[in-house]
Every structure is written in C-alpha cells, then in structure tokens.
C-alpha cells in the first residue's frame, strides 16, 4: 500500500480542510505515516496570511525537495492558501512540486494526485504543472472528511471573505464569501452528533454575514447567523455549539441575545479589534471605531455573565504612530479580553497596505508586539484567576498533555487540566484550584 505524510499549518479553517484532504488520499488507497521520510506522498497544506508563515512553509519543503532527490518517485503536492496567491511565483520557487492548488479547489485533489503520479506532460495547469486555480464553485463545505478528534468537530458554514481588509490575502486566496445552505449545515451537525460528537465549532471568516449573500442572491428565506444558531440549538443534538470568526462590524443584538439565552452556545466570542486608534482602523477599513467596538464588548458582557472575549491584534500598520498604538492598549486594558492573539504587521503583495508609504521599521513593529504580548498575558492571567475557587463546566478531552491526569475545555474555551475520575467526551464540573495566563487546574467536583 502506499502512504502518505500531511503537514497543515495556518488557521482553522485549514485545519478543517486537512481533514477532508486526509479523507480524500484514503479513498485513493493511501495509508498515513508520521514522518516525511516514510512516505510515497507528501502533502503540504499551506497558509500565506504572514511572511512567517511563507518562510516556515519553505523550510519545509525544501526537506521535501531533499526527499525528492533521494527517491525521485516521491510525489509532492501543496494545497491552500500558498499556491493560491500566486500560482506562477510558486511554480518558480520551488520547481520540484509535482502539482498544487488552492483552498477553491480542493475538491479536485483526487484528480491532481492521479495526474501528478502518471508519466509527465499528461496535466496541465502554470508551467505545464498539474495545478488548477481557476476560480470554482467552492465545494469544499460538502466534502467529508476524517475526523482528527471523537468529540469534538468543525463545520463550516461559509467560505471565504468580501471585507478586503486593507492588510490581509484571505480574500484574494479564499474567494467571495458564500454561505453554505442551512439545511445542509443541520444535517451535518446532526450526524455529527449521531457519531459521537458533543461540541461543534462552526466555522466562517465572518459567521456574522452567514446568510447575506444568499439573500442577496434572492434567497428571501436565508437564514441569518442568529437564526441558523436557533436551529443548530433546538435540532443538531450536541452539547455545545461554538463559532468563529466574528466581525465588530456585524456583531448584532440579536446574536448577543442568542449567546446569552440558548443553553447549548457557549459564552466565548473570538472578536478581532486588530487596532485601538481610529486612524488605524480606518486605514485597515475595518468599518468601525474603538468606540463601536468597546460598545459591542460592553453589551456582550452585560447579558451574557462569565462570557470571554478574545481578539487579534495587529502591531506595526503602515503609519501607526506610537500615539496609534498607545490607544491600541488603551482599549485593549478597557475590553479586558481574556485572550489574544498579536502579529507583527506583514505586507501581503497585492493588498492595499502593502503599497501604502510609512511602512513602520521592523524592530518598531517587534517592540510593540512585545508590549501587546505582556499586557494581554496580564489581562489574561487575571481573567483565569477569576476562576479559582469556582466551579466550571468541562468537556472532558483524553488525558493531560503530562499524563499525570486529564484535560478538557471550559465553555469559555480555556484548556483545563484536572485531577479525578471522567470519561473522555463527558461533561464534568471540576472544581478550579490554579490558573496561569493560559491555562487551569483542578480536580473533579463532589456533588
Ligand atoms: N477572518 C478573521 C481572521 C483572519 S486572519 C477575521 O477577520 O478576524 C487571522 C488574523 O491574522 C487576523 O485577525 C489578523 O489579526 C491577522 N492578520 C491578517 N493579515 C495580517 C497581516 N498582513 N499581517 C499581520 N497580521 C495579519
Ligand atoms: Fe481578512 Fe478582514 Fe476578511 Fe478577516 S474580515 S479574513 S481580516 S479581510
Ligand atoms: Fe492562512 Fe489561508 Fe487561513 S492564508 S490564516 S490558511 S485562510
């Protein structure tokens, strides 16, 4: 039998996509191996959303290549975002890669693996490489996929994003935003939940837009994102219902009363600020103001208690002046978020701020990141140690990553590792005795 080595890296998303990219090479007949070196095919599914990520993703396959030259039989194939932005250049970076295509395509991996393994020249695609990037209909919301954990599944509702924020390729890599069909997200939830499944996260660069395009289309009966929660709650049949990624700019009420009244949603809303100055977020065309924002954080957490806001931030926009960024952490203190995500601002060839002059020198950038880091870890460690001495409601995962007891997931999305007896895939109460910035500790609660 023939085997196959996958490598994911980036967002969610992705990993939700390596799923269906692991289902579709065992249709073929390919068994998985844990190391590169082992394997007849090696698959790279890529992200391209920072220059790290690109130069992560190069050290990678230059050991590919290296592969490749011991036992040139070897096939190497690279999915997502990567390929996607910029077929031609990537074809010329790194030649030996027998075949590619994007996140819009991946439907069509069967048939590039096929191609890539016959004689050369039979496919077409940049370069005369196997490769397809012309836009197609994004299919990739229907495709099954091999699930990486029992209880716990991803479902996406829309793919790709209309907000063309200034800084960021996603909408150049991953297409207009499309909104799958609501019954069709129902039924997958609901055979998740058949299958074992206890907490569904589902999964949009903007779940907030669920429903606007296909209304736009004329679809007048579209559910919208607060609605299609309504459903999922009284029908889908699992424990608990996440979403990500929201944005400021179309996080309504009625979503904020939904996160508040139905049981199975749970109280954590990943919400990105990305800048605190309105300068900023203008030139970022994030389509609020600081002020918005911290109005959207304040309604949250005053209907719906013990809720957690987490965000992205981004250090570094072209033009930020140091009194830009010192409002960044003014409000970032005032939203109190319990977690954070910070990056270093990089230019993303073909977007607009890639072209914007005042690019602000690297190690500016750095320092501030740095500055970001500290006060979102203090003001993460504060929120967790809310917690001792309380109760929280855990989804019991498997053991702790130490194995000297177990882990699991409070509703706020924080990793708790407990002490006591639980069955991976239950719910537990566990009595929270510790708290770090990014963790809990406990020991299952006597009732
Ligand atoms: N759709 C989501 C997130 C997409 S990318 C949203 O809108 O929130 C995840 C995060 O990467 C973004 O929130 C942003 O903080 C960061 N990011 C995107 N492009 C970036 C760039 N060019 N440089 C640095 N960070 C970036
Ligand atoms: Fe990128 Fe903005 Fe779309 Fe998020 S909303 S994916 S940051 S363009
Ligand atoms: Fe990266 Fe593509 Fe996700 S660029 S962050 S893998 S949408």
Not at 392 to 421: K, M, W, Y
Request: glycine content about 8%.
């Amino acid at each position: 039998m023939r085997t196959y080595y996958l490598r994911s890296f980036g967002c969610q998303m992705n990993e939700h996509d390596a799923e269906r990219i692991r289902y579709a090479l065992e249709a073929e007949g390919l068994a998985p191996v844990p190391a590169p070196d082992e394997a007849d095919v090696l698959v790279y599914n890529t992200c391209t959303v920072r220059r790290s990520a690109d130069d992560r993703i190069a050290g990678h396959l230059s050991e590919a290549a290296r592969l490749k030259r011991e036992d040139p039989a070897r096939v190497v194939l690279v999915t997502g975002c990567l390929p996607q932005s910029g077929p031609g250049a990537f074809f010329r970076r790194f030649p030996f890669v027998d075949g590619a295509l994007g996140p819009q395509n991946l439907h069509r991996l069967p048939e590039l693996l096929r191609a890539a393994v016959e004689p050369a020249g039979q496919a077409g695609g940049p370069s005369g490489r196997p490769g397809f990037f012309e836009d197609g209909p994004d299919l990739s919301g229907e495709l099954p996929g091999r699930r990486a954990r029992p209880f716990q599944a991803w479902v996406q509702v829309m793919s790709g994003c209309s907000n063309f924020c200034s800084y960021c390729i996603v909408p150049y890599v991953r297409g207009p935003e499309r909104s799958r069909d609501a019954a069709a997200i129902l039924a997958e939830v609901q055979a998740l939940a058949a299958d074992g499944v206890r907490e569904v996260t589902l999964l949009g660069q903007n779940v907030n837009a669920y429903g606007l395009d296909l209304r736009r289309a004329g679809r007048g009966d579209a559910l919208d994102f607060a609605s299609l929660l309504r459903l999922l709650d009284a029908e889908g049949g699992v424990s608990r219902l996440r979403f990500m990624t929201s944005h400021p700019k179309d996080l309504c009420d009625d979503l904020v009363a939904v996160v508040a009244e139905l049981p199975t949603v749970c109280e954590h809303v990943h919400l990105p600020l990305q800048s605190g100055s309105d300068t900023v977020l203008a030139a970022m065309r994030r389509a609020y103001t600081a002020d918005a924002f911290l109005e959207r954080v304040a309604a949250l957490r005053a209907a719906v208690p013990d809720i957690s806001v987490t965000t992205d931030l981004i250090a570094g926009f072209p033009g930020e002046s140091e009194a830009d960024f010192a409002a960044t952490l003014e409000v970032v203190r005032a939203a109190r978020f319990e977690g954070a995500f910070t990056f270093v601002y990089s230019a993303r060839e073909g977007t607009a701020a890639a072209a914007l002059p005042e690019q602000v020198p690297e190690d500016v950038r750095r320092e501030r990141v740095e500055r970001l880091i500290d006060l979102t870890q203090e003001l993460a460690l504060a929120a967790n140690r809310r917690w001792v001495g309380r109760r929280a409601e855990i989804l019991v995962e498997g053991p702790s990553r130490h194995g000297d007891g177990l882990r699991g997931r409070t509703r706020q999305n924080v990793t708790v590792n407990f002490t006591g007896c639980a069955q991976p895939g239950t719910i537990v109460e566990v009595e929270i005795e510790a708290a770090t910035s990014t963790t809990l500790r406990g020991r299952t609660a006597r009732s």
